[in-house]
């Protein structure tokens, strides 16, 4: 730890005389004697004064001088202070005490400290901010006022690389928020975006402090304007690990990644009583905004873990993906590949099966064989399944990938797939990161509910996400692209760098089944023969090739090594769109 050592320079410290005198009863008195020979009793602080008015003598009691204790020692002195230090910092270690230490424990739940231990290098945490206390006065505040004030602030490294931390806890005043917490947060996030180093946060709080009213409301807005102000610079991560309530939300909630732990994480605006007392439902904090709600039905929260150490394990290899800021270009994330270019893994060749109908899945058949080692981190598993999003990396260089899931509602798109897919492809475009994109797409999901609930702006979003993107994009078509959905999966129409299908895509204006119900005159003595001349006439890639819509036509095999090349080939690539102060994505 970084201890600012104090000053080698000592004070000089004038002992107190005590006035003592073997003839009087009070030792605050000495005596002056005059030239008439009268003994006067001179206050102490003004004998010299006195005497000086007086024209004979001047006596002054010394009796107990001698007597004095020794002086201390500069080392003396700095071992005190020293002692003092410590004592504070011990406090802060403490938190709220050991009881309430004991009853984290029991939830099942580490402290704020032994989560940044588990998060980062041993030995690499270095904190800030630990004197800090809280300066409210109010409803007795100020007899009770902890050093660190509820959050434990400071940098360290994970596997080698800087990161900023801060972890709220729970066992002082609830991790609430105050004035003073909410200025230590943003004392880390505001170095962070100055050296470029990404931004984790634990988030373990009760809330604002009610305690210190508006000024802790204005703390919150201060932490929210940094994270806006960090959107695209550095990545930020948000990991749940308790409640996070009321205000407390919209931070995470603008951060790049929010990870939860099932079963003692919460996150909502308003929690289950209040809901009670306003609509009359009835619902546990689990059911309302617990890790299982939000990674599947609302789609807040892009990962749920069993536990603190499974989700802090998971941190430490995922920032290995990221880069440290958007000032880092693709050659500072390389790794050294373990997986060859040229491997070639011929299960490809048969991943599609021949029925164009028939699901199959497009993780386990196709990406897996094709990236680094196997090895993929998917964002958003259990949310929109129709469509994957994740990182992976290829000769051991970091790629987002998104791909169609024909074995989840046949691959289709829909609201929750469109902006689950957009957010992933912004992140990607903001911090440099080439986009692969797999696609086996038959088109927009279909229906009412999808068209009032905003399909149109919803799937405008993918397309706008992919339009702006100016990092390298290569498109590899594996099957279906049919209709605007086409378009919309980066397509060559969208500025895509390198574009591919293999033998068995199938692309065109809509499948077979609803074209020969439109055109007449497609041959064929039935409605399977008319649905295959349609198909073999129109639904080949060698139309789309043929208008130099695709940059060539593949064998499944070869798609790694192609994809490794093209990669090489767009690393120095440079585009820029038009001036402008920002696109108004249609939100």
Not at 1 to 23: D, V
Not at 271 to 284: A, K, L, M
Not at 306 to 319: C, H, P
Not at 544 to 564: N, S, W, Y
């Amino acid at each position: 730890m970084f201890l600012r050592q104090a000053s080698s320079s000592s004070r000089r410290f004038l002992p107190l005389i005590q006035k003592t005198s073997s003839s009087s009863s009070t030792s605050s008195s000495s005596l002056c004697t005059g030239m008439m020979g009268q003994t006067q009793k001179v206050n102490f602080s003004t004998q010299l004064r006195g005497c000086l008015g007086n024209k004979g003598p001047t006596v002054i009691d010394t009796s107990g001088v001698m007597d004095l204790p020794d002086r201390k020692s500069p080392s003396d002195i700095l071992r005190s202070l020293q002692e003092k230090v410590d004592a504070v910092k011990k406090e802060a270690k403490l938190g709220g005490g050991l009881e309430r230490i004991e009853k984290q424990h029991q939830k099942g739940k580490l402290t704020a400290r032994e989560r940044i231990d588990l998060l980062l290098d041993e030995g690499s945490f270095r904190e800030y901010d630990a004197f800090v206390r809280h300066r409210c006065t109010d409803f007795g505040m100020e007899k009770d006022r902890p050093a660190g004030d509820g959050v434990v602030t400071g940098h360290g490294t994970i596997n080698g690389r800087l990161v900023f931390v801060f972890s709220q806890d729970f066992t002082v005043f609830g991790g609430s928020l105050s004035e003073t917490h909410a200025q230590k947060i943003c004392k880390i996030m505001d170095k962070a975006m100055e050296v470029g180093a990404p931004v984790i946060g634990i988030n373990d709080s009760g809330g604002a402090r009610i305690q210190e009213g508006v000024a802790s409301l204005a703390g919150y807005a201060e932490v929210f304007q940094r994270n806006v102000n960090a959107s695209g610079v550095i990545p930020q991560i948000s990991l749940i690990c308790g409640p996070c309530a009321g205000g407390a939300v919209y931070s995470p909630a603008m951060t790049d990644f929010i990870f939860m732990v099932r079963n003692t994480s919460y996150m909502f605006v308003t929690g289950p009583d209040v809901v009670h007392s306003v609509t009359r439902e009835t619902v546990t904090s689990e059911q309302l905004g617990g890790a299982t709600t939000h990674t599947q039905v609302s789609g807040v929260a892009h990962r749920a873990f069993d536990n603190d150490i499974e989700l802090i394990r998971f941190t430490r290899e995922f920032i290995n993906l990221l880069p440290s800021s958007n000032r880092d270009n693709a050659q500072s994330r390389l790794l050294t590949p373990t997986d060859p270019v040229d491997r070639k893994d011929y299960s490809l060749d048969h991943a599609i099966p021949a029925d164009t109908n028939a699901p199959y899945n497009m993780l386990t058949g196709v990406i897996k064989p094709i990236v680094d080692d196997h090895e993929f981190f998917e964002i958003m598993p259990d949310y929109a399944k129709n469509i994957i999003t994740g990182f992976a990396r290829m000769n051991g260089e970091t790629v987002a990938i998104i791909a169609n899931q024909p074995c989840e509602l046949a691959g289709v798109l829909d609201i929750n797939s469109s902006v689950k897919a957009a957010r992933f492809v912004r992140f990607a475009n903001a911090f440099n990161i080439p986009i692969v994109t797999f696609v086996d797409v038959p088109g927009f999901l279909p229906g009412t509910a999808q068209e009032y609930g905003g399909i149109i702006r919803h799937g405008a979003k993918l397309l706008f996400a992919y339009a702006e993107a100016t990092v390298p994009k290569i498109t590899v078509i594996t099957r279906k692209a049919y209709g605007g959905a086409y378009d919309v999966m980066s397509s060559k129409h969208l500025r895509g760098d390198y574009n591919y299908a293999w033998a068995t895509a199938n692309i065109a204006v809509m499948g077979p089944e609803g074209a020969v119900k439109i055109i007449k005159g497609i041959e064929g003595e039935n409605q399977k023969e008319r649905e295959d001349y349609y198909r073999s006439k129109f639904a080949t890639p060698l139309l789309a090739a043929e208008r130099g819509f695709l940059d060539d036509v593949i064998k499944p095999h070869e798609t790694r090594q192609r994809i490794i090349e093209d990669l090489e080939v767009l690393r120095t690539k440079k585009k820029e769109n038009p001036q402008k102060k920002l696109a108004n994505i249609p939100l």
